[in-house]
């Protein structure tokens, strides 16, 4: 019942085990030979169909968040929108990185630093991000507004409220 990718991840963890025993501990296990990677991968496929929104669709939801003053909700979303971001990396942008003097080309705004993104190593892979100004602009400035209102002080731009104050927003499950 597990995923293509679930199975090479967990064939991957046993050949590395394997490859341990027969490199490390060949003095306990002399006979030992790894025959994991002899086993077929098996054939990458979706597990689950994409949900794929339209421009309408979208634009209905930004409304509806505004109108119910969810700001940071619309934020989010408008963000993700207009850089394409994966949820892990929306949560990397402070509020300095949205300056006029960030922008290029007159129309996105770049990083003034690499994030973190998806990709090999144990840092993933160090990229800077662009946002289209004209997408996002308005969810900004409300959010910014809704902070300014409420005296709320952080860099990072996604925040949860926690009993000592404001701190950057995580992932959940």
Not at 36 to 62: G, N, S, Y
Not at 75 to 103: H, N, P, Q
Not at 126 to 134: D, P
Request: net charge positive; aromatic share 14%; charged share 30%.
């Amino acid at each position: 019942g597990w995923s293509p990718n679930r199975v090479a991840t967990v064939k991957s963890s046993l050949s590395s085990l394997g490859n341990y025993i027969e490199n490390i501990l060949d003095d306990e296990f002399e006979d030992y030979r790894n025959t994991i990677p002899k086993i077929e991968t098996a054939i990458k496929q979706p597990v689950r169909e994409k949900t794929i929104l339209t421009k309408e669709e979208i634009e209905t939801c930004l409304a509806k968040l505004v109108e119910n003053k969810r700001y940071q909700l619309a934020c989010y979303l408008a963000l993700a929108v207009a850089s394409g971001a994966r949820k892990a990396e929306l949560l990397k942008f402070k509020t300095s990185y949205f300056k006029d003097e960030y922008i290029e080309y007159g129309c996105l705004y770049k990083t003034p630093e690499m994030i973190r993104t998806k990709g090999r190593g144990s840092k993933g892979k160090m990229l800077y991000k662009y946002t289209f100004v004209k997408m996002f602009k308005l969810y900004f400035d409300l959010w910014m507004k809704y902070r300014e209102d409420h005296n709320i002080a952080n860099e990072w731009l996604f925040l949860k409220k926690t009993p000592e104050g404001y701190s950057q927003a995580e992932i959940r499950n």
